[in-house]
Structure formats: C-alpha cells, structure tokens
C-alpha cells in the first residue's frame, strides 16, 4: 500500500512502455484508483475482487498448518474462509489455546483471536511483538536495541515464525490488522511501556548508521515519521484511506480547471499568478482527480533554484518568500520550498481528503531534496487557524501578511535545521 505515490508513473509513464503483449497484475488490500478506468486504455483494465478461500481450499490450508479434518471444518466455521482468521486460529489451536468464537464476520473477529493468541504467549517473545506493533518493520539490531537484549538473533528468528508476522525484503512486520490491535491494547494497559518502547524504536531508527542507497534512507525516514505520535504527520505519510486520493500530474487540460478553483477560493484577480507560474514552470503543478478525471484539487509546489528571480519577484507572496530565505543567509546550494497555494474544489484550503494526498507528494519532494533542503514556506489565507494545526511539526509564521487581489495571504516558514530533513525528523 506504501507504493501508491506511483500510481500516476505507472499509469502515465511505466505501463505505456511495455510491450503489447505484457499483461500487468497489481493486487493490495485497497481499490485501485478509478484512474486505472479513465485513462486511454481503461477498456483493458479487469478490476477483480478477491473474494473469501472456497471451503476445500480453506480446509486444506488449515490442514497443512497442522490441524486434522474435523478441526480444520471447525476452525472454518468462523473463519468463513478469510486467510489471517484462519491462519490465527491455527496457531491458537497449535499452541493450546481454547478457541471457541461466535458467528462473527471474520473481520471482526480478529481481535478476539488476537488475544487468544497472545494468551499462550509470554515472556522475550510477547515484548517483541508489543515492540513489532509499534514500528512500520523491524530488524534484528532494532529488535535488540528496543527490548534491550545482547542476542535478538534467535528471538527474531521465534518473531519469523508467527502467524500474522509477514517477511518482507528490508525486515519483519506484524500483519496491519494485528499490528493495530496489539497496539492499541499496549497503550490501554500500559501507556508507560507503550511511551517507552516508542522512544527506545526512535533512538534505533535514528541512529542507524549509513543506510545503503535510496531505499536505506527512504526507511530509515519512513520508520521515524511512523513513530511520530501526531496525526498529521502520521496521516500524511500513512493515511487511514490510503488511496482515497491520487495525486496525478497535471496536463493542458487541467489548465481551466485550477485556474477555477483559484478563483473560487481566492477571487478572479488571484489568477494571474496562475498563469504566470503555469507558463514558466507547469511541473510544479500536481492535481487529485475526482471520479470524472476533473481536477478536484491542486498544489503549486516551486525549488526556488529552478525558477527564474524574476518570476518569483513578480509574485507578492513569493518574493515575501524570497526576503524571508535572505534574511537567514543560506548557503548557495541550499534547497528552498515554497508550496504556493493548495486548494480543494470543496474545502479550499481546509484540509481533507483531496488535499492530504498532495501533502503525502510534498513529502516525496523533502526526500528527494535532502541533504540540502533547508525551508520550506507554505501561503494561506486563513493563517491564524492553520499555525496552531502546523507547529507541531515546526512550521512558525512569517511576519507580515501579504495583500494579493484584495486577499491578505499568510506565510508559515519550516527550517529543516542545519542537518536538513534528516534533522528535522529526529
């Protein structure tokens, strides 16, 4: 699900190259973006849904998890099919737990087979999975750093073996359905431990040292940002309806379209930066469509390097931008930010749904930037509601309001510190 900041490159750029003869599958556990039905070749696409395992196939996996027959249709009774019920329940019955469940829909029963399972487990093992539920992966030094132990390698390899623990390239992770719910009972029980495992996992991710290639330190960020305990932050990167919003890039066509959505929001005198900035630099335009292929929304997201002086002099809002970044003398190859407007047809620039998935590609910009990204400015209208909701993540105001048209606009500055983004997330 983390792969959905590539939807629109596979969609666009990726799959278009491929021969005719290629057939391309992508499977998640959410539903593709309509995206996929719009584009040219939208009469191609299948949209299949996985339905729950038919009873022989959903016996026989249960059987060669070690039960016999009868207890394999037992177990099936109320896992109706649905593999990590069953999968869960097999590992209860393995371990000796007692597992007897209502008619319950298999998703709802998985916290109850959760905590039968959890049962039977205690000691080394169930800290490591309380710690696993905390973090988006783990590996075996993080292990030993978070439960404090010299030898993780055999109680990584127990971890491994579980049930509802996946295997994945750059560690393990605890199943997202599990992961919420041993989680959430950590905190109910034991806040104090649940706070104390969280900062242990922070100094493991922040301390890893030189991380290998792109992917390293795009884990390495992702694994701290995960830890963060503020839904903003954690929603940008990991939102709860993960692709409920695409971010696309723009075409001509969508040229009308955010220039309608400024001069709804901002008045028909605010399009002339619009169109000024669109002729110069179209790149920094992103969208979200809706179900027709309309641009629901849009963000403007300008380097600093790659756009003439001029053009940013020109904009009022910019060049209080440009006066704020000399003021603190940065250095000639630091990077500089300025997410000139983001709007949503419905909301404006109330955050929602829409404009969470272009906040999400901001993000890929900070990692693509750092080390040297140094600011990043955001402009608002209605500055006062939206400083309170951003200095957590340690946005301050620019002094001053800017007059645009008629409209006062805000200005809120983020200085990564002199370690860039890396610095910032520690």
Not at 2 to 11: A, C, K, T, V, Y
Not at 167 to 182: E, F, I, K, Q, Y
Request: a negative charge; glycine letters at 6%.
């Amino acid at each position: 699900e983390s792969f959905g900041l590539l939807d629109s490159w596979l969609r666009r750029e990726f799959v278009p190259q491929l021969p005719d003869s290629t057939l391309v599958v992508l499977a998640g556990r959410e539903r593709p973006s309509p995206m996929w039905l719009l584009d040219p070749w939208g009469q191609l696409v299948e949209n299949i849904e996985l339905g729950p395992l038919p009873q022989a196939d959903a016996i026989e996996l249960l059987e060669s998890r070690g039960l016999d027959r009868n207890s394999a249709a037992h177990v099936n009774g109320f896992a109706r099919g649905y593999p990590l019920a069953a999968e869960l329940a097999a590992a209860a019955f393995r371990s000796g737990a007692p597992v007897e469940l209502g008619d319950e829909q298999p998703a709802s029963v998985i916290d109850d087979l959760v905590q039968v399972f959890m049962r039977g487990i205690d000691g080394d093992l169930r800290s490591a999975i309380e710690a696993a539920s905390l973090m988006r992966r783990i590996t075996e030094p993080t292990l030993a750093e978070v439960v404090e132990t010299t030898d993780a390698h055999e109680l990584f390899e127990r971890l491994r073996e579980l049930a509802f623990v996946e295997t994945r390239s750059n560690g393990l992770a605890l199943h997202a359905v599990v992961r919420d719910a041993v989680s959430a009972e950590l905190r109910r029980r034991d806040p104090e431990r649940h706070a104390l495992l969280r900062q242990r996992a922070a100094r493991a991710f922040a301390n890893t040292s030189d991380p290998v290639g792109t992917r390293g330190r795009w884990d390495q960020t992702a694994d701290l940002l995960y830890l963060v305990d503020n839904p903003v932050v954690r929603h940008c990167y990991f939102p709860p309806d993960a692709g409920a919003s695409e971010v696309d890039r723009v075409t001509e066509q969508d040229r009308a379209s955010v220039t309608e959505l400024v001069a709804k929001w901002d008045g028909p005198e605010s399009t002339e930066w619009v169109e000024r900035w669109w002729s110069v630099t179209p790149e920094s335009f992103s969208v979200v469509r809706d179900e027709t292929g309309s641009a629901a929304a849009f963000s403007a997201v300008v380097d600093t390097a790659v756009v003439d002086r001029g053009v940013l002099e020109a904009d009022p809002v910019a060049a209080a931008c440009l006066a704020d970044i000399e003021a603190h003398a940065l250095a000639g190859d630091d990077r500089v930010l300025v997410i000139r407007r983001s709007l949503s047809r419905d909301g404006g620039e109330i955050p929602g749904r829409e404009l969470a998935g272009l906040w999400i590609d901001c993000k890929r910009l900070y990692l693509e930037l750092r080390p040297r990204l140094k600011r990043a400015y955001i402009v608002f209208i209605d500055v006062d509601a939206m400083a309170p909701m951003l200095a957590p993540l340690g946005f301050t105001r620019v002094a001053g309001r800017f007059e645009v048209a008629g409209h006062e606009f805000g200005i809120l500055a983020l200085d990564f510190g002199p370690r860039s983004v890396d610095g910032w997330l520690e």
